[in-house]
């Protein structure tokens, strides 16, 4: 039985590459940081209990900042595939604390490599980095493929130049299987809360639920190539699977604006909706209510996004387009799922969720629809 260890298991791609993992037969280990409360919901459905023989999942406390820590667990879990997922994910906050995500971003990977040389497994352990199309930033080729040239536009991608660098110099210098995957964004209903798709899914559920009656955007112009994680995660196993080891692109060669993700999500929601004004002036309003079951508290003519630039950031990336032709090739890689499929899927998700806390609000329970 192979047994691999993911960091970042906590997170929207480590849940759904353990359950792949535990399908295809994985004994799976994964490395959850310690919480002042339970964060791990999003493996909780796959969770096993410790106490029972033959646990094929088990979680180790540990974080990318140490160095003892990892290398322990790496020794004693004598990982054949290490997926290195952990990290902090999110762009905008690396503006905050660009040096916390140099650290774990960058440096965490250096740890996890090292670990695995430290430990002599460089010929045993094959290792996955969780690369970014981020790492392209202000493009300097239109689609983005594996030969296109770096340019990183915040702390978040500069310290994942560093990881994937890092991971490419070791496979060079100690001959490790050891691989990028340089992904586009992917998503998922569960895509964490602050990431623009999940916000817009979220943030227009609770709008048509009578939650909260608008949501606040940053720049509604970005393009990007989305896909649905489940899909993701599956090239990141087939790219520990090859014979030697390379670094891929993965995304579908279509890209979309944020504004167009709101028109798609309201659609979802049984809204159809007008975009007018400009810049921080842009707002968007309710033109129809194509469908009341779903959004019982919308009416014609209500604001339901506005812009506010506190979402702007110091440095932007406008838009990003993969070019997936290598992975086709050599993986086999066919995307399954469109970004109105996943869109459709999130939308489901969250007006689930929307008319529970919308019930529970009418018995005068209080409810978290926070946005941020
Ligand atoms: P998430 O933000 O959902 O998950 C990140 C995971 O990393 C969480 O489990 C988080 O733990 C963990 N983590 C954060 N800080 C640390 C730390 N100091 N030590 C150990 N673990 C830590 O990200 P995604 O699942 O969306 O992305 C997975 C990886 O892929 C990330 O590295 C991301 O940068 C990269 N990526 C993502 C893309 C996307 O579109 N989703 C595209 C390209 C790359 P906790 O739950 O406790 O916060
Ligand atoms: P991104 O994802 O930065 O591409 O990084 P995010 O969803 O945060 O932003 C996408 C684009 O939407 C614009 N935007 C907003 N973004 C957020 N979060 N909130 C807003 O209110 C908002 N309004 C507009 C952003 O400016 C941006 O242009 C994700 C992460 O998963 C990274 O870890 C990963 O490496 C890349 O995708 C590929």
Redo the contacts with the bound molecule.
């Keep these: 039985m192979p047994t691999a260890l993911i960091?970042?298991?906590?997170?929207?791609?480590?849940s759904y590459l353990a359950e792949l993992l535990l399908e295809k037969g994985y004994e799976v280990h994964g490395?959850?940081?310690r919480?002042s409360s339970f964060?791990a919901e999003r493996v909780d459905h796959i969770y096993q209990s410790p106490h029972v023989d033959g646990a094929k999942f088990k979680l180790h406390y540990?974080?990318?900042?140490d160095s003892s820590n990892l290398t322990r667990i790496i020794n004693a879990v004598q990982p054949d595939e290490v997926y290195?997922?952990?990290?902090?994910?999110?762009v905008a906050v690396s503006f905050e604390s660009p040096e916390y995500t140099a650290d774990?971003?960058g440096l965490?990977t250096l740890r996890l490599l090292e670990a695995i040389r430290f430990l002599g497994l460089e010929k045993k352990t094959r290792f996955y980095q969780?690369?970014?199309?981020?790492l392209f930033g202000l493009v300097q080729e239109i689609p983005q493929r594996e030969t296109t040239p770096f340019y990183p536009r915040s702390p978040?991608a500069a310290a994942?130049m560093y990881a994937y660098w890092i991971t490419v110099n070791y496979r060079e210098s100690y001959g490790m299987y050891a691989c990028n995957g340089i992904?586009?964004?992917?998503?998922s209903p569960r895509?964490?809360e602050t990431?623009v798709t999940r916000k817009i899914t979220r943030g227009i559920a609770n709008i048509a639920q009578g939650l909260e009656p608008c949501l606040f955007l940053g720049n509604m112009d970005a393009l990007r190539d989305w896909e649905h994680?489940k899909d993701y995660v599956r090239m990141q196993w087939m790219m520990l699977q090859q014979e030697t080891a390379e670094d891929f692109v993965i995304a579908t060669g279509k890209q979309i604006s944020v504004r167009e993700f709101v028109r798609l999500s309201a659609r979802e929601a049984g809204l159809e909706v007008e975009f007018s004004g400009q810049g921080v002036e842009e707002i968007v309003t309710v033109s129809k209510v194509i469908d009341p079951h779903k959004a019982p508290a919308a009416s014609v003519g209500d604001v339901i996004v506005r812009v506010d630039p506190r979402y702007f950031r110091p440095a932007e990336v406008e838009t990003l387009l993969g070019d997936p032709t290598k992975a086709k090739e050599k993986l086999g890689w066919q995307c399954e799922i469109t970004v109105e499929e996943m869109c459709a899927e999130m939308v489901a998700n969250d007006l689930d969720i929307a008319r529970k806390h919308a019930l529970l609000k009418r018995h005068g329970h209080a409810v978290n629809v926070a946005i941020e």
Aim: hydrophobic fraction near 30%.
């Design positions: 960091t970042g298991v906590t997170g929207q791609d480590g490395i959850k940081r919480a964060n540990g974080d990318l900042t290195n997922l952990g990290a902090q994910s999110h774990v971003d965490g969780a690369s970014t199309s981020e978040y994942k992904l586009f964004n992917h998503e895509r964490g990431f994680a």
